[in-house]
């Protein structure tokens, strides 16, 4: 394989470009000639594309977003949109597209691999909901994101004697929500996996205050209730004040963190090295610290479960066992 694509696909990611750098320079460092595509699929199928040298993704690993800019495209599904893409692939000679994005932009690729061209995903979405790897590219960013503000919100939280609800991303996935609750010490983390029941959360807080906490953080994940009508609830039912913080797109930019440029890296790499390795219609991915590589068909048709034992774990750490 001489010239392989590099294409960033759906909602970006911290750790996006660093998984482009990696991917440019573990291909070059392979021989092979490397196409950056803009504005996903988009860009794909109009032939928006141009050679990218090892010089042009430096400075780029510490930078949110993605350099290559991205798209949700809705005419590459179609056989049309599909061809057009083959006929801008071919006349370049490309043979390999390394495709970083979430599962939306994995079902393209299948799309791609059907027609023949060999093709390689990398998890890049803050959700963290693609199954075949243990963490995608740009959720310990957004978790980070969404503690620094966590933090935050508790001092005044505190200051009040308030409940404060902070809605996080996630799609229909909770773990941004799991994970930031955790590490953030919330009293309780609402997530779209596993049912919840308002009164119940309302007795924990009333409970919690009375034994003396200062504040009461609900995380509530975007699929699972909306952040301003859980606030409205458990304001009546506890009396106490509450306040929500929506925190939105927030959490999909910045600076990636070590984790998730290391991640990337990773990720970007080994996606080059399996097309080269002859793989296709695959998604590299990280399972147990080592790279794993799965069948798209897989990846796309199951669903990556919530770590229950991380939400009995939290719930146990917020719960404060009061003496009779
Ligand atoms: O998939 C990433 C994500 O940020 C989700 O958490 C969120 O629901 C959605 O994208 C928002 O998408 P948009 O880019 O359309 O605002």
């Known amino acids: 394989m001489k010239r392989i694509a590099v294409l960033t696909s759906g909602g970006d990611a911290p750790g996006m470009n660093a998984a482009i750098r990696a991917a440019v320079r573990k291909a070059i460092h392979g021989g092979c000639e490397v196409f950056g595509v803009e504005y996903g699929y988009t860009g794909l199928l109009k032939g928006q594309m141009k050679i990218m040298r090892y010089e042009d993704v430096g400075n780029i690993m510490q930078r949110g977003g993605t350099i290559l800019k991205t798209a949700r495209s809705t005419q590459f599904p179609t056989p049309e949109g599909q061809d057009m893409a083959m006929r801008e692939l071919t006349r370049r000679e490309i043979e390999g597209v390394v495709i970083i994005g979430g599962d939306g932009s994995f079902r393209g690729a299948q799309l791609l691999a059907k027609r023949g061209i060999k093709v390689c995903g990398v998890p890049g979405t803050i959700d963290n909901d693609i199954f075949g790897t243990d963490y995608t590219i740009g959720f310990d960013t957004a978790c980070n994101t969404v503690l620094d503000a966590i933090n935050k919100i508790r001092d005044t939280a505190s200051s009040h004697k308030r409940i404060v609800i902070i809605e996080v991303m996630g799609r229909d996935s909770g773990w941004i929500a799991l994970a930031a609750g955790l590490a953030g010490g919330a009293e309780f983390v609402i997530v779209p996996e596993i049912p919840h029941d308002l009164d119940f959360v309302s007795d924990k807080i009333i409970r919690g205050m009375n034994s003396g906490k200062e504040h ?8 699972a209730a909306h ?7 458990l304001r009546v039912s506890t009396g106490y004040d509450t306040r929500v913080t929506v925190l939105g797109h927030i959490q999909r930019g910045g600076s990636p963190s070590a984790f998730d440029r290391i991640l990337a890296t990773r990720l970007g790499a080994a996606a080059v ?4 390795g002859g793989e296709t219609n695959a998604m590299v991915g990280l399972v147990g610290n080592q790279v794993a590589v799965t069948s798209l068909d897989v990846v796309v048709n199951q669903k ?21």
Request: charged share 30%.
């Open 273 to 276: 090295d399996a097309l080269l």
């Open 304 to 324: 990556r479960g919530l770590d229950v034992s991380l939400y009995e774990l939290e719930a146990i750490m917020a719960t404060r066992l009061v003496k009779t």
């Open 227 to 233: 952040g301003f009508e859980v606030g409205e609830r």
């Open 216 to 223: 009461s953080i609900v995380v509530v994940a975007e699929g």
